[in-house]
């Protein structure tokens, strides 16, 4: 199997975040900490996990079985919103750093808002968590626009990235422009919207003309404009596959190509809060 080259970072608020991660939603057991520890091994600098995946013990055997120094490797988890009031935040992010047997994530996000807890009171929490060295940094996920306009004023610390549902199929431009102007980095996730940039047809045309698939063109589209992406596999080969994609550039014709991909109703994702909010 092909090593991966060096991934790029994309810098935000001083957090340096590789511009390729594992995603890990689903992958359980031997099998998840096997495919971390792989994609540690093959050059990979940077995996997602969350507390709602079940998965951080294995996250974390794989991370320590990698053998890739500490310092060297971005961990990003999640507080699942059940777990938002102050105390409950503080002491979730403590249970996530026992399960992944780490002393601090660089990064430790607020999954999906909760309307039902002031936002105030959950960033106050997130923000002392930093402070306690918990955390290297903190973000949200899931945040629309009059969110983050309503978080970025009461966080004591900075909020590094918006990790939001991005692929070609969804237009996340406005979400992407307010955090582009807030020195936030957007992560993508779902970014090979689960597996179907496979079949898309403009996606597979444009990644022969470049000799690579269309989930590579789907990913180069997005790390092309700064956006981190955190692909999810449970195959070795696609782990190669999945970060070999700076190794070519796509032209302005083919970006406008794969932007006009976007249709109303493309997201993917839809959780209970989600219905409710107004992501435009
Ligand atoms: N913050 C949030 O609310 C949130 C929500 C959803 C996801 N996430 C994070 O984002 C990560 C990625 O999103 P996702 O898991 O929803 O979807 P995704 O990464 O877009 O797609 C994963 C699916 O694509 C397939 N796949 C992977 N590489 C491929 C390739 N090169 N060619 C064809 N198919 C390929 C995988 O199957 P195989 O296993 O067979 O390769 C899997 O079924 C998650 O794992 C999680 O870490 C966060």
Redo the contacts with the bound molecule.
């Keep these: 199997m092909a090593t991966v080259g060096p991934i790029p970072n994309v810098e935000a608020h001083g957090a340096k975040i590789p511009l390729v991660g594992l995603?890990?939603?689903?992958l359980r057991g031997r099998a998840c900490a096997r495919i971390v520890e792989q994609a540690l091994r093959l050059g990979y600098r940077h995996v997602?996990?969350?507390e709602m995946y079940d998965n951080e013990r294995e996250v974390g055997e794989g991370v320590h079985a990698s053998g890739v120094k500490r310092a060297d490797i971005f961990v990003t988890t999640?507080i699942w919103p059940s777990h938002f009031a102050p105390r409950a935040l503080e002491r979730a992010a403590r249970d996530c750093l026992v399960r992944l047997r780490l002393s601090e994530v660089d990064l430790l996000l607020l999954?999906?808002p909760n309307p039902q807890i002031p936002l105030a009171e959950t960033l106050g929490a997130l923000c002392k968590v930093k402070r306690d060295g918990l955390a290297r940094h903190i973000g949200v996920?899931?945040f629309t626009v009059a969110l983050l306009e309503e978080a970025l004023p009461i966080a004591s610390e900075p909020l590094v990235c918006d990790?939001i549902?991005c692929?070609p199929f969804l237009d996340q431009s406005k979400v992407i422009a307010a955090c582009r102007d807030r020195g936030m980095a957007v992560v993508a996730?779902?970014?090979?919207?689960?597996?179907n940039a496979?079949n898309d047809k403009v996606l597979a045309r444009i990644g022969a003309a470049h000799k690579k698939?269309a989930?590579q063109v789907c990913l180069r589209y997005l790390v092309q404009q700064g956006i981190v992406v955190?692909?999810?596999?449970?195959?070795l080969d696609?782990l190669s596959?999945?970060a070999a994609i700076f190794d070519f550039v796509l032209n302005d014709n083919e970006m406008a190509e794969i932007a006009a991909l976007a249709q109303r109703g493309g997201r993917i994702?839809d959780w209970a809060y989600s219905g409710t909010m107004d992501w435009d």
Excluded: L
């Design positions: 995603g890990t939603w689903e997602d996990t969350a999640k999954h999906w996920s899931n990790q549902e692929h996730y779902s970014p090979i919207a689960r597996g496979r698939t989930a955190i692909p999810r596999t449970s195959k696609r596959e999945n994702v």
